[in-house]
């Protein structure tokens, strides 16, 4: 086999005549040209501790900050909660409503030094401009933040 046929090449879909020779050029992300819309924290349903023979429920909590273009960049700042049921009935019930869930999410991800039941702002901004992003955290105080449950956690706590 030919060496170029190795390689792959790029074909439209629908227009196999418009193939290229040459590797589709990437423009460079500029993301100085971009503003911080909000805060999002995306949780999802995660595997349960390894050797836990008790039921048990964990969640992971991973934060983004929304651009202007609608794009996300994550902050590296996840976190993570591990819910065990003691004195259970088979099978065991995780049922809370939405707004409890939501509650527990902002509590958990909120700061723990130096300032306790506060949002980390400043490590916010620090990692927004560890990643090109010029914002300071009172900004970032005055954004809307949003709570996302995927599908698999939302149907573990029965809503």
């Known amino acids: 086999m030919p060496d170029d046929l190795r390689r792959g090449r790029f074909v439209p879909l629908g227009d196999p005549e418009a ?3 040459d590797p589709a050029k990437r423009l460079p992300f500029d ?19 390894p050797g836990n023979a008790r039921p048990s429920m964990s969640m992971t909590m991973t ?8 794009s ?4 590296d700042m996840d976190r993570g909660v591990d819910t065990f049921k003691f ?12 707004a409890e869930v939501v509650a527990e999410v902002l509590t958990l991800i909120q700061g723990d030094e130096p300032d306790p039941g506060s949002f980390p702002w400043h490590e916010y901004a620090e990692a927004a401009r560890l990643r090109g992003i010029s914002v300071d955290a009172e900004a970032l105080r005055d954004l809307p933040h949003a709570v996302l449950l995927s599908d698999e956690l939302a149907a573990t706590f029965e809503f």
């Open 19 to 21: 193939a290229r020779p």
């Open 31 to 49: 993301l100085s040209k971009l503003s911080v819309t909000g805060l999002v924290i995306v949780c999802e349903l995660a595997p349960p501790p």
């Open 63 to 70: 934060q983004y900050l929304r651009l202007s273009d609608h």
């Open 72 to 75: 996300m960049i994550r902050l």
């Open 87 to 98: 004195g259970y009935a088979d099978p065991p019930s995780w049922k809370r409503t939405a």
